[in-house]
Structures are given as structure tokens and as C-alpha cells.
């Protein structure tokens, strides 16, 4: 705020100058700093808030995760403070609004895997438990299909394949660059829904190659599969639903960029105490 730059340097410079300088009336100036400190802050409230929204890629972020990082920065505010001053000021998380694309087909005669995962979505070990799903991504050129697996001891996406057919390769890609990367496959258990391309004998294949236990969510239960349900429709729906991508290729560069770059480094996740998964992985 320009008021609050002429206070902190008004013992080195003219306050008449830094007036000038900044565009500001000297009247406006002195009558700022008679107001008590508190109502000083509200004024510059409303725009330092517009600056930590307009940093969570594409303002997607409301009052609870903005009230975060305004804490870590070092600001101090009551979170009911900070939404009425983003309600007055117009500020407001941007949501999603998506058509549905079906990406399960859970109508074949493939093997189900019992659901041994059963809701518990905080497993004790790093590597003991990973989740996988599909998703889809609207472009000019057609659906571009993404799959991908994430570790749930850290909400942490450890790998994804992209592609424009969605077929069992698509998720065997994520499941194997993630044993690659990161997770081990042996006493990891992979936890998805039951579609097609989960269920199909190429996929459980290489799952019991790498001694990889499957879990599935019993039929058209969505809760059973939580953390992917959640990432695939609000954080991906940030990115993708507010974006206009052309080409497969754009939208493969946006994606790679938003879960390598925002997703895994500055996202706030309520799960994770307000943390972002490279946080939450340096703190253990």
C-alpha cells in the first residue's frame, strides 16, 4: 500500500516528494496515519488477500485455503474477518462446472478384486497404499484421457500417463512409471474403481508381476475411491475447466505443469493440515 510506503520511509525522503511520486495527496497521507493501526489494516487487506488469491493458479483458492497462506506469510487475521473482507471486496474462489464424460465401464465379465482398502485412506507407510483413476480433458482435437496414481500416505501424485484412448495401457503406464519413480511393488496395494481398464487381464497381469495387491470399490460407490473422486474433480477442475486448450499437446503441458509445478509444491491441502505434498514429505 502507498500510504504505508511513505510511513516506513518518511524519516529518509520528503514526504512531499514520495507524495508526488506516488501519486498520492499529502492530506490523504496524514489523514491515513491519524486512523488507529487496525482500520490502516483493512484498507490493505482486501488487496494484499487479491494477491495470495491471484497466486492459487487461476484464483481457485476461497477463504479457508487463502486464510492459510495468509498465515504463512506472516499476516495476522481471523478467517471469518478475512471472508466478510473478501465477500465485500468481490473476491471469490472460481468453481468448476463440467459435463460429465463416462470413464468407468464397470458392465464386464473381467475378475472384480475384493475392496480390501475399505476407506482407510491414511495408511500408516509411505509406500503401502496408492489409489489410481481416469480422468478426461476436453480439447479441440478430441478427449485427451489422463490416469493417475497417487500415494495416500501424502496425498501425493507419484505418476500419470496421458493419452487419447482410453484403454487398459493407459492406466498399466501410471501404475508402472510410479513403481519406477517412486512407490515399490512389492506389499503395495493398488486401490482404483472397477472399470474395464482396471479389471482387464493385460493390467492385473502386470500387477501380479510386480506382487502388487488389488483392491476395487464395490459398484457405483464413489466414497470407496475418495482422494482420486477428490483430486479429479476440483483440483484438476481448476486447471482444466478454466482453460481453452487447442491441442492434445497444450493440454498435455498444462496438466504436466499444474500437478508437477502447483499441484505437488504450493497447493494448501486440507487433509495434509494445510500443507502442500512436498511439505508434508520434508517434514517426515
Same mark, same amino acid.
Given at each position: 500500500m502507498r500510504y504505508a510506503l511513505i510511513e516506513k520511509h518518511r524519516q529518509q525522503w520528503p514526504i512531499a516528494e514520495v507524495c508526488e511520486l506516488l501519486e498520492v495527496s499529502r492530506s490523504g497521507f496524514y489523514a491515513w496515519r491519524r486512523r488507529p493501526p487496525?482500520?490502516?489494516? *483493512?484498507?490493505?487487506?482486501?488487496?494484499?488477500?487479491? /494477491?495470495?488469491?491471484?497466486?492459487s493458479h487461476q484464483d481457485t483458492y476461497g477463504a479457508p485455503r487463502d486464510?492459510?497462506?495468509?498465515?504463512?506469510? /506472516?499476516?495476522?487475521?481471523? *478467517?471469518?474477518?478475512? &471472508?466478510?473482507?473478501?465477500? &465485500?471486496?468481490?473476491?471469490? &474462489?472460481r468453481t468448476v462446472h463440467k459435463s460429465r464424460v463416462r470413464t468407468?465401464? =464397470?458392465?464386464?465379465?473381467?475378475?472384480?478384486? &475384493?475392496?480390501?482398502?475399505? *476407506?482407510?485412506? =491414511?495408511p500408516a507407510e509411505r509406500n503401502q497404499v496408492c489409489a489410481a483413476d481416469i480422468t478426461y480433458v476436453p480439447t479441440a482435437? /478430441?478427449?485427451?484421457?489422463?490416469?493417475?496414481?497417487?500415494?495416500?500416505?501424502?496425498?501425493?501424485?507419484?505418476?500419470?500417463?496421458?493419452?487419447?484412448?482410453?484403454? =487398459?495401457?493407459?492406466?498399466l503406464d501410471a501404475l508402472e512409471m510410479a513403481i519406477q519413480r517412486k512407490l515399490r511393488g512389492v506389499g503395495l496395494m493398488a486401490h482404483s474403481d472397477r472399470g474395464v481398464q482396471y479389471a482387464r487381464q493385460h493390467y492385473q497381469r502386470q500387477s501380479q508381476n510386480h506382487r502388487i495387491t488389488g483392491s476395487m470399490s464395490r459398484k457405483a460407490n464413489c466414497w470407496e475411491n475418495a482422494p482420486m473422486e477428490f483430486f479429479l474433480a476440483t483440483p484438476v477442475g481448476e486447471l482444466v475447466h478454466h482453460e481453452d486448450d487447442k491441442t492434445h499437446e497444450q493440454a498435455r503441458q498444462s496438466l504436466f505443469d499444474y500437478i508437477k509445478v502447483f499441484y505437488a509444491r504450493i497447493r494448501l491441502h486440507s487433509a495434509l493440515g494445510y500443507r502442500s505434498p512436498l511439505q508434508s514429505e520434508q517434514a517426515v
Open positions: 487496525s482500520a490502516q489494516g *483493512r484498507e490493505a487487506l482486501p488487496r494484499e488477500i487479491r /494477491g495470495v488469491d491471484q497466486q486464510h492459510q497462506e495468509f498465515r504463512a506469510r /506472516g499476516h495476522a487475521c481471523h *478467517r471469518k474477518a478475512m &471472508a466478510k473482507c473478501m465477500q &465485500a471486496a468481490g473476491i471469490r &474462489a468407468t465401464d =464397470s458392465n464386464h465379465t473381467y475378475p472384480i478384486a &475384493a475392496n480390501l482398502l475399505d *476407506r482407510n485412506f =491414511s482435437e /478430441g478427449w485427451l484421457y489422463l490416469a493417475v496414481v497417487e500415494n495416500l500416505f501424502l496425498s501425493q501424485l507419484v505418476r500419470w500417463s496421458m493419452s487419447a484412448r482410453i484403454d =487398459s495401457r493407459l492406466v
